[in-house]
């Protein structure tokens, strides 16, 4: 009989078993779960998505209505990827009457994206434990382009002892750089144009004379202003390992920037570091379709 007495002897048993993976999704499945399947699917023997709208990370319940759902076609590119195992439950089987339970990862859930969306980490949190704890994976996969998410499921994962390996995968990028996303679709022609804006302010970054954080704020401000369809929500610069705010920009930076277009709302985020010469881009996290 083996005996083992510490948690890296049990991660190393779990891990000597079969390697399982295990890519979350909201559904409205494009080319960035496409990557995050693929590569799930190089590294492990099984390899289960899950596709579930999660209504309470939801600010609204017309946010949520709205939010595209296209279960059939997920099947098809999900089976055309080899995957094991798809799980979409309902919504009473994950919130039965009843349910009172929620997981919050304190202080870093109330800033930037937490802060314009009230609770919404709280439902991200919670239904990630508890499909961490259904499924028990060695490895879980996410995007790059959810930054502020996948910082706090590195935090939850390693504050409760979860001990999966959490995975962070490049952003994958239309042709004019705006990252791909299930809400992409709901933008009108114009909107869509206008959405280019998101990713050049973060490209043009490496043209700015200045290495402070709110010159560089407002050099994006006057921007985005000249987008009319476009409101900028929020940009930060913080140091990606800590998550705190930064003055300046350093050797080990992230820009990460909100904006709204009508009622969609789009997200990306760049790493960014000082050399002599200026900001650089770190385009080893880039990737087009
Ligand atoms: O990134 C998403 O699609 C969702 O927030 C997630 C992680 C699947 C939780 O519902």
């Known amino acids: 009989m083996k005996i083992i007495r510490s948690i890296s002897e049990a991660n190393q048993f779990r891990n000597s078993i079969n390697v399982v993976g295990l890519v979350p999704t909201m559904g409205a499945i494009h080319e960035g779960h496409l990557s995050l399947v693929r590569k799930a699917k190089q590294d492990c023997d099984i390899v289960i998505v899950t596709i579930f709208t999660n209504p309470i990370q939801f600010s609204n319940r017309d946010d949520f209505s709205s939010y595209p759902k296209t279960i059939d076609q997920d099947l098809d590119f999900l089976r055309q990827e080899g995957v094991d195992l798809v799980f979409c439950p309902s919504e009473a089987d994950i919130y039965p009457d009843g349910f009172t339970t929620s997981v919050e990862v304190e202080k870093f859930s109330d800033l930037f994206e937490g802060e314009s969306r009230p609770g919404h980490f709280k439902g991200v949190t919670t239904i990630v ?12 996969y996410f ?147």
């Open 129 to 140: 434990t508890k499909l961490l704890n259904l499924f028990l994976p060695n490895k879980v």
């Open 143 to 289: 995007g790059q382009k959810d930054f502020q998410q996948t910082f706090l499921i590195q935090k939850l994962n390693a504050d409760l002892n979860i001990n999966s390996e959490i995975i962070v995968l490049p952003t994958i990028r239309e042709s004019d750089g705006l990252p791909v996303s299930s809400r992409n679709v709901l933008l009108s022609k114009d909107e869509r144009i206008s959405a280019s804006v998101l990713y050049r302010v973060l490209k043009n970054i490496k043209n700015l004379d200045t290495f402070d954080s709110k010159k560089i704020y407002q050099e994006i401000e006057n921007e985005i202003i000249k987008e009319n369809l476009v409101e900028l929500d929020y940009v930060k610069i913080v140091n990606p390992d800590t998550f705190s705010e930064l003055l300046e920009v350093g050797e080990n930076a992230i820009i990460l920037i909100a904006i709204n277009i009508g009622s969609i709302r789009l997200i990306d985020n760049v790493f960014i570091k000082r050399i002599s010469s200026g900001i650089e881009i770190d385009y080893r996290f880039e990737r087009y379709c």
